[in-house]
């Protein structure tokens, strides 16, 4: 089966191939690093092996679920933040239509819930909820994130007014930690069913784990497939130790090259939309992992030739503080062409008979080589296409260059201590508890 690829050839006015030869021994002692767990927060690299060590009863008990909610659930709602809710969203929103919708489906159709606080998005949630049949998924690895915690609340007491506390129970399934935190206390005092995300596993290294895992088979999706593709990215990923040879030691060694010469952003942009969650759980992944100590890449995004027309501007001759990275899918999963159109009053017959990924991936090549010209370095991943094995490479592909490229950075990547900080102020000023001065 064929893999993502990593294309460097718009690099070569930023890096040179002797740049690159001398970063590789610290590439490589970096990944020595991550697969040997002696670097920092080494007791979070349960993620390495999963896609090979996640126990089949696992998954069997997920299609289990599946096949049990589905026929009575129009809307299943994912309750969780962060890690525990973007890897998923990225996977379906990457692989659903974009004008999915749950009266077409025949699976259950994901919502989203315990991301936001806003009053006017759970008053409409609830109105949805009043109307249709469904199930939860409530995830929080440490169990008592505000954010969830509060969504959880309002959903549980509308879906037990609703089907009355027993049936409710049996559409709500909590995955968290397999000892600690208010979200273990609940499922085992209400008897939900109960994933647990291993001690091992940060939360936004999760998605591989019943936390990604339940909902995109929910969704309809093959976590077989999902699975398979991210093994065998490991295995590249391990096996290798040739930056050429290794697409996820080049990313990490480019990146961090980049950075050195003063590149502090980095954008990852699309041309096909649906792939926008992926760049919203990559920048969690980036972000959260080196972001710290005053240091680290700002991950940003942009979705093409959307965005070309409100940042394009910007990139093209703004402060030159950013390099691209071009997520390409090679084969679009259908065909459209132009028509003809006798008249040709809009000027555009000499596109009769393309079709718009030509169109598109012409845009893509247009858009590189301007921005090169403007003095930006261009990194490209090939994506074959978008499907479930792909996107499970992908995923183990940032991943794993994630570990590398934070220990380049020298940083501890499976840390967060940041996201306490306003924490801390909101409980103050909400009055909990111990949280007064
Ligand atoms: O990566 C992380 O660990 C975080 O972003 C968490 O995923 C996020 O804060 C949600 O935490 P929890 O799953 O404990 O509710």
Redesign the pocket.
Known sequence: MSSIQLHKEHLQQFITSEELSNISKETLAAKETLISCTGKGNDFLGWIDLPKTLSPEIVSSIKKDVEVLTPKSKLFVVV?????YLGARAVIEALQSEFASMEKSDHPYVIYAGHTLSEDYYHQLLQMLDSHDYAVAV???????T??AVAFRIIKAHLEHKYGKANAAERIIAI?DARR?ALHDIAQQEGYQTYV?PDNV?????VLTP?GLLPIAMAGYDIDKLLKGACDMRDICINNNTLEDNPALMYAAIRNLLYRKGRKVEILENFVPNLKYISEWWK?LYG?SEGKEGKGILPHSLSFTTDLHSMGQYVQEGERLMFETVLSVAQPHNRVEIPMDAQNLDGINYLVGKSLTEINHNAELGTILAHVDGGVPVLRIEVPTVDEYVLGQLIYFFEFACGVSGYMLGVNPFD?PG?EAYKKNMFRLLGKPGYEK
Do not use: L, M, N
């Open positions: 969780g933040i962060g890690g525990s995830i929080s690895k440490s169990g008592t994130t954010e969830p968290t935190g995300i940060g939360g936004r290294f999760s936390v969690q959260e967060q996201v």
